[in-house]
């Protein structure tokens, strides 16, 4: 055990050394907050297919529960229950378009996880930075529970519990609880809970901030007790669910699966659920009582109970859906908590884009129409009218607007264009498309993963440390 | 060029604005209202107020910034939209999520109101090492001090006591007066 104290120790000073100039101590905020104890209980285990490069070195590291995918290096860190998704990294021989560069990948890219700490994080994508094209980074750097690292190379980071960064390169920056970041390239930025933020320098810029007291009733994190509030006590009430999924070897599917789609063997499908074709249901994923029309996703950390998605719905990374009707092609972006109730049920409907991080928690029905920008925390019907306006009017924007708590800067046109080809683009990668010989994705590939487990030293002072392991084909 | 001394151009501090620390916000500005109208004599008004201990010492300056600052609503939020230009917005962009954030703050009013009651001490600054400058020193001196340090006025000292103000004003004045009468002398023929 002692090895595993020494590497956290290793782990806390580098990240502060990175975070001095913000004057930020992650010390007080992380320990005692896994015990170390805790970290030797569970094994790790990784994925393996014809369609993913393997290539897995795990170097001095813990990597209690989690999973790995593709080609992914660990050295020097901590790593709980976290999913290391390396399948949409860059293969040797692809072209990265990067504004007028064309950029031949020499190597296949790799997941690079250096003395970082990373709780129940998502790690998925692939680098976005042409300046480490073959090299998705995550080094000094400690990431709080369900917080996403998408595509976003990040250095000498504190990431808070549900934040995520997007498709950004990150460097000596503090995200706190709940903010979103996707801004291409940032460094020693103090961006404080609750902010939702969108950028692309001279084309437009997308901000939200939580008002901090209602915020605080979903998810609060100070030092010297675990994330508190509803997003925490939501997925600890269906903790037992998963306990069970990864301690039983054999799991029988309680419904029929097409063949063109694709439901995760640690992903927990209760009852009276439909899975349409080209659906992909990944791991950590939780449907309970819903529909999932065809090309629907449910991504990692994923809830959908008791509701009905028509189709070509993206629920990404984190997101919650509960007593709703979404209309088909409608975008719920990361870790949003939209919640509906057995008599005031949420109803979006179709092409809506409803914002990364947004909150809809309504005692009302409510609906959204067709064809929406939904942003931010909306609780009664009111809301609407400050928190959501049509892609339309939207896009007319060519200067700025705010509206509550939202500002926006810059070409609404760009920016909902941006939107409506990364949504594209996502359900293409997940397979939505297939047609029986082309437009393969995720929910095709992914159909006959094998899983192997590895597991630490039982005792002594490497307890809880994993043996120096390198898996090739 | 005539090279004055500090003290011909200060203003003695037995006819500044003095309050004591005890005073509040609005005390201050009566305080200065009231120097204002005792020195009609001079064209440039009074633009602070200096703050004296019990044992009559100068211990801060109030200016014009520091009391409309303080008339500025505290608000956490109001400092972190001043922030958004470190997240690429113009200006007019912070401005605009500014108006809409301070449709539903208090009444200005009841913000003045409440600053008026305040300790002036809460809101003066304390003279750094830089705002002070000697009664013997030249306006060469002087000059340079203010510009330096980007200052409206300096404290001018005697040993260790602070007897007068310099204000920027005052010394824009001389060296104005002083390259007139220079150019003057040149332009009648006269060489220095």
């Known amino acids: ?473 | 060029m005539k090279n004055y001394k500090v003290k011909e151009l200060m203003v003695p501090i037995a006819e500044y604005a003095t309050v004591p620390e005890t005073a509040t916000l609005f005390e201050a500005v009566l305080a200065l209202e009231k120097a204002q109208e005792q020195f009609q004599a001079t064209r440039y008004s009074h633009r602070a107020v200096l703050v004296l201990d019990k044992n009559k010492k100068v211990v801060g300056k109030l200016s014009q910034m520091d009391f409309l600052s303080a008339l500025e609503p505290q608000d956490t939020n109001l400092e972190q939209i001043r922030m958004f230009k470190q997240f690429g917005f113009t200006r007019k962009a912070v401005v605009l999520q500014q108006e809409e954030y301070l449709k539903n703050s208090p009444p200005i009013l009841d913000v003045y109101s409440k600053a008026a009651k305040n300790r002036v001490t809460q809101y003066m600054r304390r003279p750094t090492e830089g705002e002070y400058v000697n009664e013997n020193a030249s306006l060469d001196v002087a000059l340079h001090q203010l510009t330096a340090g980007s200052n409206l006025s300096l404290l001018v000292t005697r040993d260790k006591d602070i007897i007068g103000i310099l204000r920027l004003a005052d010394v824009f004045a001389a060296v104005y007066h002083s390259m007139k009468e220079s150019e003057l002398k040149l332009a009648d023929g006269e060489t220095e």
């Open chain 1, 1 to 473: 055990m002692k090895e595993l104290e020494k590497l956290f120790d290793r782990i806390i000073q580098r990240v502060n050394i990175n975070l001095r100039e913000l004057e930020f101590d992650v010390n007080p905020l992380v320990r005692q907050l896994i015990p170390t104890a805790q970290m030797t209980k569970f094994y790790a285990f990784y994925g393996i297919t014809p369609h993913h490069p393997l290539n897995l070195l795990f170097r001095n590291s813990n990597l209690s529960g989690s999973y790995f995918l593709g080609k992914v290096g660990v050295t020097n860190s901590l790593l709980y229950k976290s999913d290391i998704r390396g399948d949409e990294l860059k293969k040797c021989g692809d072209s990265f378009q990067y504004q007028e560069f064309d950029i031949p990948v020499d190597q296949d890219e790799q997941i690079s996880i250096q003395d970082s700490f990373l709780i129940k994080n998502l790690v998925h994508n692939f680098s976005h930075d042409p300046e480490t094209l073959e090299s998705f980074f995550i080094q000094d750097t400690v990431s709080m529970h369900y917080a996403n690292i998408h595509g976003s190379p990040t250095n000498g980071c504190y990431l808070g519990p549900f934040s995520t960064v997007d498709l950004t390169t990150i460097r000596d920056c503090v995200v706190g609880a709940y903010a979103y970041v996707q801004a291409g390239e940032i460094s020693h930025l103090n961006i404080d809970p609750g902010t939702v933020w969108v950028r692309k320098p001279d084309d437009f810029n997308f901000m939200y901030r939580y008002p901090v007291s209602q915020l605080s009733n979903y998810i609060y994190f100070s030092a010297g007790s675990p994330p508190q509030g509803v997003f925490m006590d939501f997925v600890e009430d269906r903790k037992e669910a998963f306990q069970r999924v990864f301690q039983v070897v054999n799991i029988d599917t309680p419904v029929s699966i097409p063949a063109s789609a694709s439901l995760d063997r640690y992903a927990v499908l209760k009852p009276k659920t439909k899975i349409g074709e080209n659906v992909l249901v990944a791991q950590r994923a939780f449907v309970q009582n819903s529909s999932l029309g065809k090309g629907a996703n449910a991504q990692e950390n994923c809830y959908i109970i008791n509701s009905k998605l028509q189709g070509n719905n993206v629920t990404a990374h984190g997101a919650k859906i509960i007593e709703a009707d979404l209309g088909k092609n409608v975008f719920v972006g990361f870790n949003s908590f939209l919640r509906g109730r057995p008599n005031a049920r949420l109803t979006i409907g179709q092409d809506s884009i409803i914002m990364p991080h947004t909150i809809i928690d309504i005692r009302k029905p409510l609906t959204i129409p067709s064809g929406h920008l939904v942003w931010g925390l909306i609780n009664t019907a009111g809301d609407i009218e400050t928190n959501s306006m049509s892609l339309k009017d939207f896009s007319k924007i060519d200067t700025r607007i705010c509206k509550g708590s939202m500002l926006f800067e810059g070409s609404g046109s760009s920016f909902v264009t941006a939107f409506q080809e990364r949504i594209h683009h996502i359900l293409e990668a997940n397979g939505a498309f297939y047609s029986g010989n082309a437009n393969r994705g995720h929910a095709q590939r992914n159909q006959n993963i094998s899983f192997n487990t590895i597991q630490p030293y039982p005792e002594g002072d490497k307890e809880g440390l994993y043996p120096t392991i390198n898996i090739q084909p």
